[in-house]
């Protein structure tokens, strides 16, 4: 059974009541964080108010409440506590007097994942406790590993668990915990009201990750790089599975180490815990590195040096790259031929390998810009001329075409050239998709340039890679406008 859980931390008992009701549209539980509160007033007032299931919960600064409450102070709230259909309690205390059947005994590690992680389960394990729980900090995806390792056992064993490898790169837990086991899952009520790192909203449990959907058959694709909690790719592919009827899911990835993520966790002779990966997503900084995990790689994809997709193919892993037919494809059906076009592209990474490769295949006169000298190496890779970014006029170029992330995530407020650089310039493409507008757009409109923005490539690249994963054609309009609605989210 999956059971999503909202966790509602308000500062006043009316606010916590609100907020608690209008949980219950979207929970199966609602946790009442009453750590949160300033003063805990008339809860029995709250309780009665909600037509879920509820959970108790009063924890202390040093495991992720709000307040700072001593032992002494916890253990007199129990005492006197109303009762609710659970209640969560840390490690540390044990009540004489408590009925265990509704105790939820719970251990949190902020800092990372502790060593001795199955000796913890095992100490909570042996109390008489209806529900353990564990929560630790994921740093790397590869960190899920002993967390979903942890529900496998506790499912062998007949315990009841709620495991959760917390921040951005513990997602996989909390959408794919219920069907490996995980007793609930948390979600928040609002992206600005989530009680822990990662928590994501109960509304994109349901609508987005269709969380009541997934089992263990479930096919599992997604996205590989960092960062990735900014990418509207959720939207589409999950769009695209729901559309088909596959039961599938997409999901973000945050990896820091590419070669570990592939070994321990999805290459079918190595993995670690079988989540049932069929297809994977590669972006920023990952496409090139990615490739000396894999078994085989297209001709082009090889050409290029750099892969951003990977079908799981039985036992092998197959790379890619759909970058290259999704680059082009909008700038034929706005420019019609490019050969002979001047082209500038801007950046040194796997994008801008893709737009090269591309752009030189179409017999356009190419030259690439960038700020470091590395892409000094790119061009005499490709045969190509290298400037320097800094002070470069395009007046006299056809296209003028973005392929770094500058405008987007921590540089939103940054563009590679200014509108008087690109002023005389044909076209601007800006390969960065969010925001749909970015910095360099806005330069070219005002230059009086003709624009092409980043979702269009991204809509392009992405029908291919779920071609590649299911056999299948989604629709052109159906990812486009389930992209743009991620992005007005």
Partial sequence: MTRVCVSVCEKTIDALESASVRACQWADIVELRLDCLAAVGDLQRVLNALSRPVILTFRPAEQGGHRDLDHQTRSAFWKTAPRADWWD?????????VDWSRVIVSHHDFSGVPDNLAQIYER?????????????????????????????RARAEGRELIAIAMGNAGIATRVLGPSRGAFLTYAALEDESATAPGQITAQKLRSLYHVHRIDRETMVCGLVGKPVMHSVSPHMHNAAFDAAGINGVYLPFEVRDVKAFFKRMVHPRTMEIDLNFR????????????????????PDAQEM????????????????????????????????????????????????????WSLLRQ????????????????????????????????????????ATPVGSG????????????????????????????????KEAGKAGCKTIRGLEMLVAQAKIQFELWTGQTPSSSLMHDSAAAGLDQ
């Fill in 89 to 97: 309690l840390e490690s540390d205390l044990a009540p004489n007097d």
């Fill in 124 to 152: 909570l394990a042996a109390t008489p406790a209806h529900i353990v729980k564990i929560a630790v900090q994921a740093h790397d995806v590869v960190d899920c590993i002993p967390v979903f390792q942890l529900l496998d």
């Fill in 279 to 298: 297809g994977l997503s590669i972006t920023a900084p990952h496409k090139s590195n990615v490739i000396e995990c894999l078994d085989w790689i297209a």
């Fill in 305 to 356: 040096g750099a892969v951003n997709t990977v079908v799981v193919d039985g036992d092998t892993l197959r790379g890619f790259n759909t970058d290259a037919a999704g680059f082009i494809a909008p700038l034929i059906a706005l420019m019609g031929s490019l050969a002979r076009s001047r082209v500038a592209v801007i950046g040194n990474g796997g994008a801008a390998r893709a737009a090269v």
């Fill in 363 to 402: 017999q356009a006169n190419v030259e690439l810009f960038a700020r470091s000298a590395k892409a000094r190496d790119l061009g005499q890779e490709f045969n190509v001329p290298y400037a320097p970014l800094q002070d470069a006029l395009f007046s006299d170029y056809d296209l003028v075409i973005n």
């Fill in 410 to 441: 921590q540089l939103i407020d940054r563009t590679p050239a200014t509108a008087e650089q690109l002023s005389g310039a044909r076209c601007v493409y800006d390969l960065v998709y969010n925001p749909s507008e970015t910095l360099l757009l």
